[in-house]
Antibody
């Protein structure tokens, strides 16, 4: 069974930094592309970032480019998102999701990030 | 950026009836279109990918159709567990984009 468990969310002041993690199991993590997708409270889904299994290709949404960094450790079946210079509008539940041919086949339960002073 | 527009925002349907949800892309996404279901407090769940292929474990009452810029998700006979939010998503280009969602509510 595919399991994706996010952690690292919490309350952070504007301008601060936070690192999210996603622990993966139940599938071949090292051969799948991974994503972060977020959902602000009461709002829709917004794709944030993507990284291929070979770590050679990375994409970011314009809203986070230059502030967020996606990384992965295939040996540890782990995906991370380093978030710097956080803004109020970054407040959301952050999901990690497995890409298969572009669609998001599996999702974690999410971790809540609240940016507020 | 490809803008995905879903209609209607809210669909009121009685159990057992058919529900038809629409999704329009601002430019062609070929058949690179997926549908997700989300219930309150839960993560989204993949229903349909490549426009019309049901994901593993998804009942046959869910079907998808369309191509290019116009897509439809049909739920043939609504069950109680189907009342939820539905999102379409294109993966033909970067950034990946979602529609704003259609809420299917009990009439």
């Amino acid at each position: 069974e595919v399991q994706l468990v996010e952690s690292g969310g919490g309350l952070i002041q504007p301008g601060g930094s936070l690192r999210l993690s996603c622990a993966a199991s139940g599938f071949s993590f090292s051969t799948h592309s991974m994503n972060w997708v977020r959902q602000a409270p009461g709002k829709g889904l917004e794709w944030v970032s993507y990284k291929t299994s070979d770590r050679k290709t990375i994409h970011y949404a314009d809203s986070v480019k230059g502030r967020f960094t996606i990384s992965r450790d295939n040996a540890k079946n782990s995906l991370s998102l380093q978030m710097n210079s956080l803004r109020d509008e970054d407040s959301a539940v952050y999901y990690c999701a497995v890409s298969i041919e572009g669609h998001f086949a599996y999702w974690g339960q999410g971790t809540l990030v609240t940016v507020s002073s | 950026e490809i803008v995905m527009t879903q209609s209607p925002a809210t669909l009121s349907v009685s159990p057992g009836e058919r529900a038809t949800l629409s999704c329009r892309a601002s430019q062609s996404v070929s058949s690179n279109l997926a549908w997700y279901q989300q219930k309150p407090g839960q993560a989204p769940r993949l229903l349909i990918y490549d426009t019309s292929t049901r994901a593993t474990g998804i009942p046959a009452r869910f079907s998808g159709s369309g191509s290019g810029t116009e897509f439809t998700l049909t739920i043939s006979s609504l069950q109680s567990e189907d009342f939820a939010l539905y999102y379409c998503q294109q993966y033909n280009d970067w950034p990946r984009t979602f529609g704003q969602g259609t809420e299917v509510e009990i009439k």
